[in-house]
Structures are given as C-alpha cells and as structure tokens.
C-alpha cells in the first residue's frame, strides 16, 4: 500500500505554526541570543606561558594587574573568560594561556589602549620566561557584519536564481511548493534558534535564513529531478497526484540524505576545526539544515500533492477543451 504523503500534514502545519509562534514571542520578549563573544564588543587579550601558570600565585596577579588597570581607566569588562589555547595542528594543549577581557562598544580606544600599556609596563613583576603579551582588539565585529550581510544578499540572490530555475525546468507548480517550503524554513530556522536560545551574532540571522533558503531550494530540485524522470514512466501514469509523489519520494531519499548529508558534514568539520568565533557563527547553520531536511522529506511533499493534483487537473480540462475543440472543427 502506498504511503499517503497529505496523511499527517496537518501535524506537520501544526508543529511548524507550534515553533513559528513561540518564536515569535521569545523574539518579541528577549531576541535573539547574542552572547558576549557574538555582539559587536572590544577585547584586552592578555596571553602568557606556562611560567606564569607554574609560578605560585602569577596567575592570580596578572589578573588582579589587569583588573587594577581597567579600573584606573575607567572600564568595566562585561564579560571574563579564560581560554587554554590549543595548536590548531595536532589539537593538543600548548601550555600558554590567554585572558578574554569583553568591553561594550562604548569603551573609548583611548582607554582600552591605556590599559593595554599599564598591563604591558607591569610585565617586568613577572617571570622573564612569562612570555606575556597584551592585545586591544576592536571593530572586527563590524567589519565581520558587512561581510556577513554581502553573504545573506548573496544567498538570497542564489535561492532567487535555484526558484526561477525550478519554474522554468520543472513548472510553475515545482516553484510554488518551492517558494512555501523556502519561506516557511527560513522563518522556522530563526524561530527555532530564538527558542533555542543558540548563541548567534546580531548581525546573522538574515544569513541563517538564507542558509535556510538555499538549502531547502536544493533539495527541493533534487525532489523535482527525480518527479520529472518518475512521472514519465508508464507506471507513474494511472498513479493519482498523491500515489506518484509518494512513490517518487522514496527514489529521492537516498539523494536527499546524501546531499542534506553532505551540506551537514561540511558545516559540522568546518566547525570542530575552526577558532572559537568562527565555530560560534558555523555550528547554528545546522539549524537551518536540518529545518530543510525535515521540509524537503515530510512538508514539502504533502504540500505538493494538493498542488500537483490541481494542476493536474487543470491541465486534464483544457486537454478536453482542446479535444471538444477539434472535434467541433472535424463535424463542422
């Protein structure tokens, strides 16, 4: 018996209208999740050697030193954090150390760099083998956001050109299934990461949504690729609208799986290899990958069977406007 893909589609408009709608609220009452090391902040880097660490109570007075020297400038860190710095290479612990001092936007270059040079003068209370080195960063956020606003431009622009190639290659029927399912998983995407409370950087969302879009409009063409190779075998041809798209799905799933699949791997290695800021942007686009798998496999198909058996029927009238045509042209 063939599976009936309209069968649970009112489960999944549900779950999808569930996730939209809280989405909508927690966004409403809170945004999005933009932790300290996601906002557009300045930073004090204070990195030093394993002689601090083995020197009795170093640690604890570089950063009473860096503390008193924020304080005499007149910042506040918003955020403290202590990373043990690993070799990119091998993935083992190198030994050195680094001290993440967080200011908001508002701290002055002027008062950051101050500081810097107090930590740096104090260097000399400290072992000669300490290999302590102070660094003010600041505005990377910002050129980070232009960057990352030319990509969701540029991804929106791609889900246009991959929707307009499906309308063409495969019907306008193709593009309008497409078009809801592309829409409805970006905004599910940014639902769910609202809900979620994932850790994004203000200015990305826009590019998970075209994450969103994109991948969902690719596995979409891989659904119509092979409805276009199925429905012209003879067997597809006494299949109604509902019995054909859930035959051709299950030819489309090994590919889908593999394609989603592929997308997913990339993202997750890219992540695991990548710095700490990058992995923080990388890791939320599975997100909107995994939205486009559960669209491409479950929502998507039982949207286009009622889309399909419509133009399916409009097509079957005008067949038979054309025939009572001709045949009124033959009798006359």
């Known amino acids: 018996m063939t599976k009936r893909p309209t069968k649970l589609l009112p489960v999944w408009i549900a779950v999808s209208a569930v996730i939209l709608i809280a989405g909508i609220v927690l966004f409403a009452l809170m945004g999005f999740n933009t932790s300290p090391e996601a906002r557009n902040n300045k930073t004090v880097e204070v990195s030093y050697g394993v002689a601090v660490e083995i020197t009795t109570g170093a640690e604890e007075k570089l950063q009473e030193t860096c503390e008193a020297a924020f304080e005499a400038n007149g910042l506040k860190p918003i955020h403290e954090n202590l990373v043990v710095e690993i070799d990119s290479n091998s993935g083992s612990v190198t030994g050195d150390k680094k001290l993440v001092y967080t200011f908001s936007d508002s701290a002055t270059g002027a008062a950051l760099e101050a500081a810097r040079a107090q930590i740096d003068a104090a260097k000399s209370e400290f072992p000669a083998t300490a290999d302590i080195f102070v660094s003010v960063h600041g505005g990377e956020g910002s ?28 019907g306008i029927g193709a593009a309008l299934t497409g078009l809801t399912v592309c829409v409805h998983d970006s905004l599910v995407a940014l639902a769910f990461l609202a809900i979620a409370r994932i850790p994004v950087y203000a200015f990305a969302p826009l590019l998970y949504a075209g994450v969103a879009a994109v991948v969902s409009l690719l596995l979409w063409l891989v659904q119509c690729i092979k409805m276009r190779e199925n429905f012209k075998e003879p067997s597809f041809k006494s299949l109604s609208a509902e019995e054909a798209v859930a035959e051709s799905g299950k030819t489309a799933l090994a590919w889908i799986l593999g394609v989603g ?4 791997l990339a993202i997750a290695v890219c992540g695991g290899l990548a710095t700490a800021g990058v992995r923080l942007f990388l890791l ?42 001709k045949a009124q042209e033959t009798k006359d």
């Open 143 to 170: 050129l980070f956001g232009e960057s990352i606003w030319r990509g969701a431009i540029a991804l929106a622009v791609g889900a246009i050109v991959v929707l307009v190639y499906i309308g063409v290659r495969f």
């Open 261 to 264: 699949g592929a997308i997913a």
């Open 284 to 325: 939320p686009a599975l997100v909107p990958v995994a939205v486009a798998f559960y669209s491409s496999l479950l929502l998507g198909p039982a949207l286009h069977v009622h889309v399909k058996a419509a133009f399916d029927k409009r097509k079957l009238k005008s067949k038979r406007y054309i025939g009572k045509a």
